[in-house]
Structure formats: C-alpha cells, structure tokens
C-alpha cells in the first residue's frame, strides 16, 4: 500500500466493523451516550471523544452520499442513498443531538471542563441547546429535499453552441472570446436557458423562503435571518456589522470597480459596454490557457504548492492517490466547486467543473486552501475543533488563492501571461466584494420580509444589484435577464446566509498576502498558525494568529484597497 493512502484513526467506540445501513444499528450508540454514567473528568473526555467519533462517522457517511450525488446528479441510486440519510437518519439524531448538548453542558459545569478549546465548543452548545427545537426537524428535512430540487436542475442544463451541447461552466468560457460576437452567441444562450427556468426556480425558493421562515418562528425568532446568525454561531459580529461591511463596499470598492469598468470600455474602443463584453481581454488577446486538463491542473498544482511549502504539496498528493478528486465539467454534474472535509479519515474531497480558465486554476488553490486546513486539524481527538467558522475556513481557502499566486509561473511561462492573470484575478476580487455584499444585503431584505411576492423580490434585487453595481455596463434590452441573475448564486438556495464570510475573509486574504510579500517565510509561518487553531479560539483570536485584523470598516477596507491598487499598477508596469 502506498505511503500516501491514510487510515483513519481507529474507532474505540463503534467498534471497526460498523457499517450504517439503518438507524436500528445507530441507536444503541446514541443510548449509550445518553445513558452513560460519568463521574470524573477523565470520564468526561472519553464520553467527548466517543460522540466525537460517532459524529465523524456519520459525518463522513453523509459527505459521501453528497459527493456522490453531486458527482452524477442524474443517477436515482445516487439521489435515493442521500435522501435516506436525510429523511431516515438525520431526523432521528437531531433529536439525541439536542439531549447530548444538554448532558455536555450539565457535565462541563459539574466538573468544570474549560481551556484547551473547550470554552469555544460549549458556548455553542449553548447555542443549540438555545435555539432546538423538534418542529424544526421535520422541517429541515423538507428544506433538505428541496434544495436537492435546485441542484437536478441547475446541474442539469446545458446549451447548444456550434453544434455542441455544453454545460454552463463549459459555455462560460466562451465569454473570454476575442470575437465579439462569439461573446454575444454564447451569453444569449446562456442567459435565455436559466431565464427558461425562472418560474421553477422562484417556486423552489418560496417554498424554501416559507419553511425557513416557519423555523425561525418555532425558534421564537422575528425572522430566519436573527434564527441563522444564533444557528451558524456568529457569536464575534452583529447584523448591524454587516450593514457597516454592505456600507463600506460601497464607499471603497464599488468607486474602483466603476474606474475599471470605464477603463475597460476605454480600451476596448466600444460606443457601449455590454455585459458579453465583462470577460474579454481587454487588448483582444485569446483567453488565458493555464491548463489543458483536468490532471494536468492537478499536477501544476502540485508544484505550485510545493513552491510554497513541501508539506502542502504533499496533502494533494495524498488526495490524488486516494482519489479524492473530481475536477473536470461534464453534463449531469452539479454546478460550483467545494472541499468537503471527510471527519474519519481527515483527508477532505475536491469537486469542481475545471474546463481550461484562468477562474478554474482559482477555483483548484481557493479549494486546495480549504484542503490544507482539513489536513491542518486532522489531529484534533473533538470533531468541534476541527470545524471552525467560515470567517475563518474561507480565510484558508482566499489567502492560498492570493500566496499561491505568487507561484504561478508553474502555470504561465511566458511573463506577460503571469502578469496578466494576476491582474485578471486581482481585478475579480474587486469585482467580488461588491458582489458579496449584494447577495448578503439582498438576503437580509428576503428574510425581514418573509411574505413579499416575487414582484417585490424583483424590485429589491434590482434596487440592490444597482447600488453594487458599475455605472458602466449597459444591460439596455436585457433587464429581464438582470432581474433574475440572483438565481444563479446557489449560496442563496442552498446554504442561506453563508455568503458575507466571504467578503469578510477576502479581506483578511489580502492582508495575508501583504504579509507573505514582505517575508514569505514569516507570512506563511502566520497563515498556518491560524489554520492549525481550528476553531479552538474567537475569530478575532485566530485572525491575530495569522498577524491580521478581523476589521471591516471603511478606513482598513480604503487601506487594503489601496495595496490592492498599487499591486495592479505594479503588474500593468
């Protein structure tokens, strides 16, 4: 056997030989831990690691069965194993979730377990214990199932171009053509087939709008937005700290992005910029080729990586030979790209739709970020210290976008080709903020109104998409199709509310990545004694460990934009 095929850690409590094929063969284990007597703090921390080890199991059961449905969303085999879990066994553990948390809080009191990561994990079973409520489960189920609606029919349209049926991502990369009109045949199409299935979409969303809403009244909340920021334990900032971020983007980042976008209409000598016209190069050079497929991103990867450090190289040699990667676009696979931490084995999984772009090779180091934090926490004996924050994990994922980019002649020879992505990718992470803040924004107004009508719905997303938006860019003719782009960011059917995180770590990335320019080995030194916290400190707390600022006012926001800035003038020198 390989050296780089990893075992997990044995199990003590379920014994080597469990395997889940019905919720009969979990509840005895669930039991136990309910039952137990524990008379000591030793005993205590045993009970800890053995519904640690139950709940890494079950974990990685469920992450597998999502894996695989995303992988072939048209397989029913697929689809059925997944919805087993979801309406068969989830239901059923949340239950003993919430009398668990209860018995770790009375236990944690009476033998007065704190430090060591401890203090982070009660406050949120506090939370959950807080906020439990049986109504719920069913509930969730219901969202669960819907969602899984969205994604068979997202994952499933495709459009004919030239002759050739394509997938979305696939499509996408034709709006990088020199010639514009390719640009304008390829965004058309692309626009009319999701605008095909709006009325479908906006069913979907009502109906997970409503549930959403019901839960958070079951909760005693006014709305599903104060229910998600108890339930996602943002514990470190506010809603009202969000509207300062909403405010600030605005005022720092949407001024830039304006002066990019006239830059752009400048260069490319049009009497109108279109929105086909976003993602061309602006000196009419063909689209950046950073790699031809799916394991020659993979091996570049690796090299890249290894320039940084030799150990982050390695963890994606480890997830080659044990086969946790799925990379390339097809028909019949889910849209997007994620890192999904396997809790057992602590060796995480990479899907994404790579075809050849320049956002592929982003997409391949922002995952391989998030990678490098699941190997980062592997040791950890408590699943909860392993599972950090967003604020946090997406600050992982966005530096390693940003250090690694450092590197990336391994995929660009040619020095004007370096200089030219980087500049492509500094531009999107301008172009990205305000897009953050608009989905958040957007998401805050759906929930404190939770009756509006789609109408209304539109209207807000216009109105909001307008504020974030350049001044430049001329949707003349196409505002039916701008009213509904909203429906495309599956954040927003499928995770609501984890959006902001992004724009927030962003942020810190950027701050990362000055750090690393200015001494590589000191700003590495501090990436990776944040990641290796896992989730055992605040955010504030980990930030501090990278030598960073958990800061989203105006006036740190205006400094980063203005390195930002001075780093692209550097790259158009």
């Known amino acids: 056997m390989s050296n780089r095929i990893l075992e997990r850690r044995k199990r003590e409590f379920l014994g080597e030989s469990f395997q889940l094929e019905s919720w009969e063969q979990l509840q005895p284990l669930f039991e136990n831990l309910k039952s137990r007597e524990v008379n000591s703090l030793t005993e205590l921390e045993k009970w800890l690691k053995d519904r640690s080890e139950l709940e890494s199991y079950l974990s990685e059961n469920m992450a597998w069965r999502y894996i695989k449905m995303t992988c072939d969303t048209a397989s029913e085999d697929n689809q059925k194993a997944y919805q087993f879990f979801v309406q068969e066994i989830a239901p059923k553990m949340a239950v003993y979730s919430d009398e668990l948390n209860k018995k770790a809080l009375g236990l944690a009191s009476e033998y007065d377990l704190k430090g060591g990561g401890y203090d982070i994990m009660l406050r949120g079973l506090r939370k959950s214990v807080e906020i439990f409520r049986e109504a719920n489960i069913e509930l969730d189920t219901k969202i669960q199932i819907k969602q899984t609606e969205y994604q068979a029919l997202t994952g499933a ?24 009109e390719s640009r304008e045949e390829a965004w058309h199409k692309i626009s009319e087939r999701r605008y095909a299935e709006k009325d479908k979409l906006d069913e979907i969303f009502n ?41 600030a983007i605005a005022a720092t980042v949407v001024p830039i992005v304006d002066e990019l976008a006239k830059e752009r209409k400048g260069k490319l000598a049009y009497e109108q910029l279109r929105p086909w016209d976003l993602k061309v190069d602006i ?61 057992e084995i602590g ?80 531009e999107d992470i301008l172009g990205a903020l305000p897009w953050i803040a608009t989905v958040d924004k957007f998401q805050h107004w759906i929930y404190e109104n939770p009756t509006h009508s789609i109408n209304e719905r539109k209207e807000a997303w216009t109105r909001i998409n307008t504020e974030f938006s350049d001044k430049v860019t001329d949707w003349s003719g196409f505002e039916h199709y701008k009213a509904y782009i909203w429906q495309r960011q599956l954040h927003i ?55 960073i600022k958990f800061d989203f006012s105006k006036a740190y926001i205006s400094e980063l934009m203005d390195f930002v800035k001075s780093e692209l003038a550097a790259l158009k020198a």
């Open 157 to 180: 349209m495709t459009v004919n171009i030239n002759g050739e049926e394509m997938t979305m991502p696939k499509a996408a990369t034709l709006l990088q053509a020199v010639k514009r």
């Open 207 to 247: 109906e997970l709008r409503d549930l959403r809403h019901q839960e958070a009244l079951n909760a005693d909340f006014a709305n599903f937005r104060d229910y998600m920021f108890a339930a996602m334990g943002r514990f470190d900032y506010t809603p009202a700290d969000c509207v300062a971020f909403h405010d």
């Open 283 to 343: 000196e009419g050079r063909p689209a950046l080729k950073p790699f031809k497929s799916g394991s020659e991103l993979l091996d570049k990867t690796e090299v890249c990586f290894e320039k940084i450090d030799p150990k982050l190289s390695e963890y994606i040699k480890i997830m080659r030979a044990m086969g946790h990667f799925d990379v390339e676009s097809r028909k019949g696979k889910a849209p997007g790209g994620y890192n999904y931490p396997l809790e």
């Open 347 to 426: 060796v995480p999984f990479i899907f994404m739709n790579a075809t050849d772009s320049v956002r592929d090779l982003v997409t391949m180091v922002h995952e391989g970020g998030h990678a490098i934090h699941s190997f980062e926490v592997k040791s950890y004996p408590i699943n909860a210290f392993r599972n950090p924050t967003m604020e946090v994990a997406e600050l992982a994922s966005m530096s390693m976008e940003l250090i690694s980019m450092e590197h990336w002649d391994v995929f660009f020879e040619n020095e004007a080709e370096l200089k030219r992505a980087k500049r492509e990718h500094l």
């Open 493 to 547: 059917y499928e995770v609501p509310f984890y959006y902001i995180e992004y724009g927030m770590a962003q942020l810190g990335a950027i701050s990362v990545w000055k750090n690393y320019k200015q001494n590589p080995e000191k700003g590495l030194e501090g990436y990776l004694n944040a990641l290796k916290l896992g989730y055992t400190k605040t955010i504030g707390e980990i930030y501090a460990a990278a030598g």
